[in-house]
C-alpha cells in the first residue's frame, strides 16, 4: 500500500515539476521576444515619427500580434487542384 502512495506521490510530483518548468520556460520566451521590440521601439520610433514611448506589455503584445500575423500556418488548403 505505502509504496503504491510513493508511486502516486512521485507521478504528482513529476508532473507539477515538469508545469512549474515549462510556465518558467514561457516566462522567458516572453522575455526575449518583447525586449528587442522594446528597446528598438523606444530608441527609434520616438525620434523618427514622434510616436510616444511604450511599455515592457505592449511590447510583448506587439511582439505577439506580428508573430501570428507572420507566422505560416499549416492548415488545409481549398484551393488545390
Known amino acids: 500500500m505505502s509504496e503504491k502512495l510513493i508511486g502516486i506521490f512521485c507521478t504528482v510530483y ?9 510556465i518558467v520556460l514561457a516566462a522567458i520566451v516572453c ?9 528598438l521601439w523606444n530608441w527609434l520610433l520616438p525620434v523618427i515619427f514622434g510616436i510616444k ?7 510583448w503584445g506587439i511582439s505577439l500580434f506580428a508573430s501570428t500575423l ?3 500556418s499549416n492548415s488545409v488548403s481549398f484551393n488545390k487542384v
Do not use: N
Open 53 to 59: 514611448a511604450i511599455t515592457f506589455f505592449q511590447a
Open 14 to 22: 513529476t508532473a507539477a515539476y515538469a508545469r512549474a518548468i515549462s
Open 70 to 72: 507572420l507566422s505560416k
Open 31 to 39: 522575455i526575449v521576444t518583447a525586449l528587442p521590440v522594446y528597446y
